[in-house]
């Protein structure tokens, strides 16, 4: 059974997955330069799932490549031309975050289910419509994107085992738990943000 398995994964699955796990680990670790590597995975996984028919999250991925290339530069520079701070979202962005998760979730259904021969439009579209709002926040340096995300990856796996991606379901199953400990240690990064600033404040 294992060797089957293996025998399904390809080199190109391999270096994705690769990239990918680098990418979310120093995405945990709020370093910038973690989208340079989503970049590299995001290319690797346009060609894959476009190739076993999963169009949303071929889409996605499309998105991931230009909010990757977006959040680089937020990240650097932001409005403010410095580096923008880890925070919690307001309640304006949490009403985007969710109108993304509906919007991007119908908007997919239907064209899966019109225009595609796919087997799992309501999966490969739940997939979608929260990693895109997991991504969106996460280019703001949110705190809520790992929540997002974490939703993303628990319907992600059983899904990427359907099509036989075996190492992308291994992949999504890390990639909830980084998301886990990307929350806490995201909170930990706001808690220490806020407690550094009532210290500077003058007495």
């Known amino acids: ?41 995001v290319l690797i996984a346009l060609y894959l799932k476009f190739n076993a028919h999963l169009y949303a999250e071929f889409t996605l991925e499309l998105y991931y490549l230009v909010m990757s290339v977006y959040g680089w530069i937020f990240w650097k520079y932001g409005n403010q031309k410095a580096e923008v701070p880890v925070s919690y979202s307001d309640s304006s962005e949490r009403f985007k ?68 991606f075996y190492l992308y379901a291994v992949l999504y199953t890390f990639l909830l738990i980084v998301a886990i400990f990307g929350y806490i240690n995201w909170k930990k990064i706001i808690k220490n943000e806020s407690e550094n600033k009532t210290k500077n404040l003058p007495q």
């Open 1 to 41: 059974m294992m060797q089957e398995i293996l025998s399904k994964i390809t080199w190109l699955e391999w270096l994705g997955v690769l990239f990918s796990s680098v990418q979310v680990l120093l995405a945990r670790k709020n370093n910038v330069n973690n989208y340079l590597f989503g970049i590299a995975g």
């Open 97 to 164: 975050s969710w109108g993304i998760v509906v919007g991007t979730f119908i908007l997919f259904y239907l064209f899966l289910t019109v225009y595609t021969k796919s087997d799992v439009p309501i999966w490969d579209s739940a997939v979608a419509a929260f990693a895109w709002a997991g991504m969106w926040l996460l280019a703001k340096r949110k705190i809520e994107n790992w929540i997002f995300l974490a939703v993303s990856n628990i319907i992600s796996i059983p899904l990427m085992i359907h099509k036989d």
